[in-house]
């Protein structure tokens, strides 16, 4: 058996939720404590954020949930935007500020999001990375109550948490709007889990739609549920009258599409079963309210349905209302910049979507790449962004200019897009025409969304300012616009030194305690690889049943990313209907390549048992 592992010491910048208490390990001592690494511009991590909630509630006089921050973005690295998200996403457990990812690389942790499980005696006993580990972790506490109860090492009682002053404004994060036809505009209210429709002046409230508070019921308006709304979708007049509703909202958290008659402010579910999305690709139609979706961000109508930017897997997908069915329309769920054919191109946390002005394109904001893509004749183009890690403030030609996050786009009528250019808190212009980008507006709060409203203004949804803003006329035409040569940024994680020639890459996968494989619909794993550039893999690209693979690195590429997806089916070991389960992570891997340096990659699907 090998030597148990203390766990590293817990320090950072400063510690979020504590009522400005510093806490240590031994604070601690007593409990089941997990540390989760995220940053909150994941959505991975924000799932993880999801499934850890039911467990904090049960175990919440045993266990400690310690949320550590390891920012990808610059701006995330800002302590006053993490407090915003804190707040955002109901973050209710202690946070560490770790900005330069001191904790992350002593804790080992090589993907976002990352777990790491200490017993009350101090020690590490297992790490996970990516989702879904929610049946193992608490069968895993069982585990350790029984034991550490049984050796008198275990302290019941409150934890740490102390909950920030609530603050009181008309909106909440807000995170998308849509304008009405007679004036006004329908707003996402995230943080208070309801829709607001404001008065034509954006301030004034006409009414809400939902409690304000989180959850998935049905019903008239004052007591319809959602949880984290995002995207919402007007219905063309026609299909509204045969669907029965005239509003469509991406409600994130719960996983679901609601339909809204706007005469009433009834709600009603519309698609998806509330379950998150693990299972194979597919291009059939389904049943809407028997598919699984995941965390759909914002939608729009398009090509004759509903486009939905499904930012928890990566792809785009639709929805008929008439019809009652879903589909998968575009990306393959491998994370990660990657044109063509709408079913092989690749997204990453699609996250906006605006439809031009003749119909003919969807722009699409892809987040994580911090790029503006698009649809159009059946193809995925890329207009403005380089990939995964590449971003900052750039103006100029588009094959140069960059990004940080965008969560936002909206075409104007001369066929340019504006983007809200989130992390930058600003607004942009691409011209397709000159294939430039322009800044028009900055010094916004996080703004995620943009709105022409039917008399040509242009209104900007300032998510972290907590407010709808107006964007002066002026910044709509080139004239108006500036030309920011500011920072180009990448995310630095330390690369994997890998050797030329022959590799054997290892996805290691142990099955959570009372699991096992599962084999009952085929092969219970699947391994997806490539490069970017792909030049970078000489052999090994390609998707295969075995989580083991020999991969050729070419040694006159001197660095770059191998995109890894792996998954594993398992369920309930030797029990009566026993229950399925999927995990999956995506990893995106720097490495260099250094002659005589290692020759295997090992990577971690799911690693319960650490001691």
């Given at each position: 058996?090998?030597?148990?592992?203390?766990?590293?010491?817990?320090?950072?910048?400063a510690?979020?939720?504590?009522?400005?208490?510093?806490?240590t390990?031994?604070?601690?001592?007593?409990?089941i404590v997990?540390?989760?690494?995220?940053?909150?511009?994941?959505?991975?991590?924000l799932?993880?954020?999801?499934?850890?909630?039911p467990?904090?509630?049960?175990?919440?006089?045993?266990?400690?949930v310690?949320?550590?921050?390891?920012p990808?973005?610059?701006?995330?690295?800002?302590?006053?935007?993490?407090?915003?998200?804190?707040?955002?996403?109901?973050?209710h457990?202690?946070?560490?500020?770790?900005?330069?990812?001191?904790?992350?690389?002593?804790?080992?942790?090589?993907?976002?999001?990352?777990?790491?499980?200490?017993?009350?005696?101090?020690?590490?006993?297992?790490?996970?990375?990516?989702?879904?580990?929610?049946d193992?972790?608490?069968?895993?506490?069982?585990?350790?109550?029984a034991?550490?109860?049984?050796?008198?090492?275990?302290?019941?009682g409150?934890?740490?948490?102390?909950?920030?002053?609530?603050?009181?404004?008309?909106?909440?994060?807000?995170?998308?709007?849509?304008?009405?036809?007679?004036?006004?505009l329908?707003?996402?209210?995230?943080?208070?889990?309801?829709?607001?429709?404001?008065?034509?002046?954006?301030?004034?409230?006409?009414?809400?739609?939902?409690?304000?508070?989180?959850?998935?019921?049905?019903?008239?308006?004052d007591?319809?549920?959602?949880?984290?709304?995002?995207?919402?979708?007007?219905?063309?007049?026609?299909?509204?009258?045969?669907?029965?509703?005239?509003?469509?909202?991406?409600?994130?958290?719960?996983?679901?599409?609601r339909?809204?008659?706007?005469?009433?402010?009834?709600?009603?579910?519309?698609?998806?079963?509330?379950?998150?999305?693990?299972?194979?690709?597919?291009?059939?139609?389904?049943?809407?309210?028997?598919?699984?979706?995941?965390?759909?961000?914002?939608?729009?109508?398009?090509?004759?349905?509903?486009?939905?930017?499904?930012?928890?897997?990566?792809?785009?997908?639709?929805?008929?209302?008439?019809?009652?069915?879903a589909?998968?329309?575009?990306?393959?769920?491998?994370?990660?910049?990657?044109?063509?054919?709408?079913?092989?191109?690749?997204?990453?946390?699609?996250?906006?979507?605006?439809?031009?002005?003749?119909?003919?394109?969807?722009?699409?904001?892809?987040?994580?790449?911090?790029?503006?893509?698009?649809?159009?004749?059946?193809?995925?183009g890329?207009?403005?962004?380089?990939?995964?890690f590449?971003?900052?403030?750039?103006d100029?030609?588009?094959?140069?200019?960059?990004?940080?996050h965008?969560?936002?786009?909206?075409?104007?009528?001369?066929?340019?897009?504006l983007?809200?250019?989130?992390?930058?808190?600003?607004?942009?212009?691409?011209?397709?025409v000159?294939?430039?980008?322009?800044?028009?507006?900055?010094?916004?709060?996080?703004?995620?969304?943009?709105?022409?409203?039917?008399?040509?203004?242009?209104?900007?949804?300032?998510?972290?300012?907590h407010?709808i803003t107006?964007?002066?006329?002026?910044?709509?035409s080139?004239a108006?616009?500036?030309?920011?040569?500011?920072?180009?940024?990448?995310?630095?994680r330390?690369?994997?030194?890998l050797?030329?020639?022959?590799?054997v890459?290892?996805?290691?996968?142990?099955?959570?305690?009372?699991?096992?494989?599962?084999?009952t619909?085929?092969?219970?794993?699947?391994?997806?690889?490539?490069?970017?550039?792909?030049?970078?893999?000489v052999?090994?690209?390609?998707?295969?049943t075995?989580?083991?693979?020999?991969?050729?690195?070419?040694?006159?590429?001197?660095?770059?990313?191998?995109?890894?997806?792996?998954?594993?089916a398992?369920?309930?070991a030797?029990?009566?209907?026993?229950?399925c389960?999927?995990?999956?992570?995506?990893?995106?891997?720097?490495?260099?390549?250094?002659?005589?340096?290692?020759?295997?990659?090992?990577?971690?699907l799911?690693?319960?048992?650490?001691?």
């Open positions: 058996m090998s030597a148990r592992v203390r766990a590293p010491e817990l320090r950072g910048r510690w979020l939720n504590t009522g400005g208490r510093e806490l390990l031994a604070d601690l001592r007593g409990k997990i540390a989760d690494f995220w940053t909150f511009c994941c959505i991975n991590c799932h993880v954020l999801d499934e850890l909630r467990i904090e509630e049960k175990y919440a006089d045993v266990l400690v310690i949320g550590v921050h390891s990808k973005f610059e701006h995330e690295k800002d302590p006053d935007a993490l407090a915003a998200a804190v707040e955002r996403y109901g973050v457990h202690p946070v560490l500020d770790d900005p330069e990812l001191d904790m992350w690389q002593q804790y080992a942790a090589r993907a976002w999001p990352t777990l790491a499980v200490i017993d009350p005696e101090g020690y590490v006993v297992a790490t996970m990375a990516g989702e879904g580990h929610a193992g972790l608490a069968r895993l506490i069982d585990d350790l109550v034991t550490h109860e049984g050796r008198g090492t275990l302290h019941r409150d934890g740490p948490y102390v909950p920030p002053a609530e603050p009181r404004t008309t909106l909440r994060f807000p995170g998308k709007a849509v304008a009405l036809p007679g004036g006004g329908l707003v996402t209210d995230s943080a208070r889990h309801r829709v607001v429709e404001l008065a034509a002046d954006g301030e004034t409230v006409a009414r809400t739609i939902g409690t304000g508070s989180r959850g998935r019921a049905d019903g008239p308006a007591v319809a549920t959602f949880s984290e709304p995002q995207g919402l979708c007007l219905l063309p007049a026609q299909v509204a009258e045969v669907a029965g509703y005239d509003l469509v909202v991406a409600d994130t958290v719960n996983h679901l599409l339909g809204v008659r706007l005469a009433t402010g009834e709600v009603v579910t519309v698609a998806g079963t509330g379950r998150q999305w693990r299972s194979a690709v597919d291009d059939h139609a389904h049943d809407a309210l028997s598919v699984d979706l995941s965390s759909p961000w914002d939608l729009a109508w398009y090509d004759d349905k509903l486009v939905i930017a499904m930012a928890g897997i990566h792809q785009l997908w639709w929805f008929d209302p008439i019809r009652r069915t589909g998968m329309y575009a990306g393959t769920t491998v994370e990660a910049l990657r044109d063509g054919p709408l079913a092989q191109a690749w997204l990453a946390q699609p996250s906006g979507l605006a439809v031009s002005g003749d119909g003919a394109r969807l722009w699409v904001a892809d987040s994580e790449t911090s790029a503006i893509r698009y649809v159009e004749d059946g193809v995925l890329t207009a403005v962004g380089q990939g995964l590449d971003f900052g403030h750039v100029g030609p588009a094959a140069q200019a960059l990004l940080q965008p969560l936002g786009v909206c075409a104007l009528p001369d066929g340019s897009v983007i809200a250019d989130t992390y930058n808190g600003s607004v942009r212009r691409y011209d397709p000159g294939d430039r980008v322009a800044t028009v507006a900055t010094g916004l709060a996080e703004p995620s969304d943009l709105v022409l409203t039917p008399d040509g203004a242009v209104l900007v949804v300032e998510s972290a300012g407010r107006r964007l002066a006329p002026g910044a709509l080139a108006g616009a500036d030309t920011v040569d500011g920072p180009r940024r990448r995310t630095e330390r690369p994997t030194e050797t030329a020639g022959e590799v890459l290892d996805v290691v996968f142990t099955p959570a305690p009372g699991q096992k494989l599962d084999e619909y085929g092969p219970s794993t699947r391994l997806v690889v490539s490069a970017s550039p792909p030049e970078l893999l052999e090994g690209s390609g998707t295969s075995e989580l083991s693979r020999r991969l050729v690195i070419d040694g006159s590429v001197p660095d770059g990313v191998l995109q890894v997806t792996a998954q594993a398992t369920c309930d030797d029990v009566e209907h026993a229950a389960h999927l995990t999956r992570q995506d990893w995106g891997v720097p490495v260099r390549v250094v002659d005589g340096a290692a020759a295997r990659l090992p990577l971690v799911r690693g319960m048992d650490a001691g």
